[in-house]
Every structure is written in C-alpha cells, then in structure tokens.
C-alpha cells in the first residue's frame, strides 16, 4: 500500500487549502482512509476520518473548518482547510489500515503565516 499526500504549503491566516492524498496498492473503496497532523514539537495527532460509506468524524479542535471527502474512482481522499490559523501549522498525513497493518503517507507540510 502506498499513499501520496500533496497540496500543502503556505498561505496566510484566513485562507484555505485542499490536500490530497492518493493511495495504491489497496482496496481503496473498502477503507476507511484518516488524515493526522504533527505540528513542530507535538505529537501526532487525529484530525478526522472518512469511511467507506456515510459521515466523515472529525476531531474537535478542527470541527467546522476542516472537511473530508474522497472519491474511490480516483482511489484518492481530500482535506479542505478553511480559515486556517497559525496553530494549523504542521506536517498532514493520510493513513489506512490495511491487512492488520497501519499505512501512512509521506505527510505534506502545511505553514499558516503572514
């Protein structure tokens, strides 16, 4: 399983972005696909999740402003980010589970600053 993630970089506070994530190897309609984020000096943390079917679940402190979708046919989930805040600033990764073993991604670095 190999996963892709791209569209970070730098915008300013107030802005938006949408990142992407492609995966391989997998049966992608099947999974459930999660989006994480480490910011500078923290831990690794859960912002939200899409399953195979039905709502995304979000992590509290990103409820409202961040929003995944995904499209199986193009085997490949998204994170739009609106209203980013400095405090958005961190390396974003797309993981799966997959056979019993968790997959990530390469991250993409996302940098909230005027």
């Known amino acids: 399983v190999q996963l892709q993630a791209s569209g970070g970089g730098l915008v300013q506070p107030g802005g938006s972005l949408r990142l992407s994530c492609v995966a391989s190897g997998n049966r992608f309609s099947l999974n459930t696909m999660d989006w994480y984020r480490q910011a500078p000096g923290k831990e690794r943390e859960w912002v939200g999740q899409i399953p195979r079917e039905g709502r995304a679940a979000y992590a509290n402190s990103v409820t409202g402003r961040f929003t995944i979708s995904r499209d199986n046919a193009k085997k490949t989930v998204y994170l739009q980010i609106d209203s980013l805040e400095p405090e958005d600033t961190a390396v974003y990764y797309c993981?799966?589970?997959?056979?019993?073993?968790?997959?990530w991604g390469q991250g993409t670095q996302v940098t909230v600053s005027s």
């Open positions: 993981s799966t589970w997959e056979g019993g073993r968790k997959y």
